[in-house]
Nanobody
Framework: QERLVESGGGLVQAGGSLRLSCVAS????????MGWYRQAPGKQREFVAR???????NYAESVKGRFTISRDNAKNTVYLQMNSLKPEDTAVYYC??????????WGQGTQVTVSS
């Protein structure tokens, strides 16, 4: 099991931008499909974006056109560039495998707060 550490969250005004990073330890990162998820207070954790090992990406409709997921295999890192942030984007953001299912392990995440 790889260890994943998220960072880059913070407080931003609506319309602003943040770039989240997720650093993975362990071998095999280049072959792993990675994803970002988020959980707002009182809400279920939801899928945000994923990037496959070959670079293909998928996005939730709520963030499409505003967020960009990318990866740097040399740094064992996956990024989430978030632009045009909205208050409804406020959540704790987590990274994990792209198809993390029930019983998946989750790290601390990084808090993103968007004020209006």
């Amino acid at each position: 099991q790889e260890r994943l550490v998220e960072s880059g969250g913070g407080l931003v005004q609506a319309g602003g931008s943040l770039r989240l990073s997720c650093v993975a330890s362990g071998s095999g990162f280049r072959l792993q499909h990675m994803g970002w998820y988020r959980q707002a207070p009182g809400k279920q954790r939801e899928f945000v974006a994923r990037v496959f090992s070959g670079g293909i990406t998928n996005y939730a409709e709520s963030v499409k056109g505003r967020f960009t997921i990318s990866r740097d295999n040399a740094k064992n890192t996956v990024y989430l560039q978030m632009n045009s942030l909205k208050p409804e984007d406020t959540a704790v953001y987590y990274c994990n495998l792209a198809y993390a299912g029930p019983g998946a392990s989750w790290g601390q995440g990084t808090q993103v707060t968007v004020s209006s």
